[in-house]
């Protein structure tokens, strides 16, 4: 149970028996909260998904000039806490919980180009308005032709109503050449609530 905004606490000393001694009516007004309350209201939560699905065995495959959302069936996830849910692995789409929250994601992955100096891809997050803004980056290989890169790239983004109706989908792009991608991973903390809707 969250913590209400406006609730006032009062510290007692330890021998204070804190058992409701007051009428109906005022015990009605008081509220018992336990450690994870507190946890739920004071930390944002944070979330982290791994895809097992593309590996460097069997890779996801770009094909040049081909736009494609950056697969991840969150196949290992570990959360701060079970209400921590930012990615719907389901529709492959960044979620929102609550309008004006703030959230920091990293993704990260391994990556080859057959032909790496001519190659490079496009990491982008679109939502139903388009891509999200300030959100994608042209990532370059620069340790040669069919050799593992690794990919780690952070964003931060906010929650609005776009977001909340329709998600976001990370996406990437091949130029110039095809390449391959896998171990595909999301790391996402909320650093800041927003308003309940």
């Not at 081909?66 to 849910?85: E, H, I, M």
């Not at 692995?89 to 032909?115: D, H, M, R, T, Y």
């Not at 790239?153 to 792009?173: E, H, S, V």
């Amino acid at each position: 149970m969250a913590i209400p905004a406006g609730t006032k606490f009062h510290g007692v000393a330890p021998s204070v028996d804190t058992v409701n001694k007051g009428s109906a009516q005022v015990n009605a007004l008081r509220d018992a909260y336990t450690l994870e309350s507190f946890q739920e209201t004071l930390s944002p939560g944070w979330a982290r998904y791994v895809d097992t699905q593309y590996t460097e065995l069997a890779p996801f495959n770009l094909t040049d000039q081909v736009l494609v959302t950056l697969p991840n069936n969150a196949g290992t996830t570990t959360k701060s806490r079970l209400s921590s849910d930012f990615y719907d692995s389901l529709n492959q789409k960044l979620v929102g919980l609550n309008i004006n929250e703030v959230c920091i994601l990293s993704v990260e992955f391994k990556s080859q180009a057959p032909n790496a100096n001519q190659t490079h891809l496009d990491l982008s997050i679109v939502n139903g308005g388009g891509n999200l803004q300030n959100l994608e980056i042209a990532l370059a290989y620069v340790k040669g032709n069919a050799t593992t890169q690794i990919f780690h790239n952070m964003f931060q983004y906010y929650i609005d109503q776009d977001f909340i109706d329709n998600g976001a989908t990370i996406k990437l792009q091949a130029h110039g050449g095809n390449a391959t991608v896998w171990d595909i991973e999301y790391f996402i903390q909320r650093t800041q609530y927003g308003e309940e809707i």
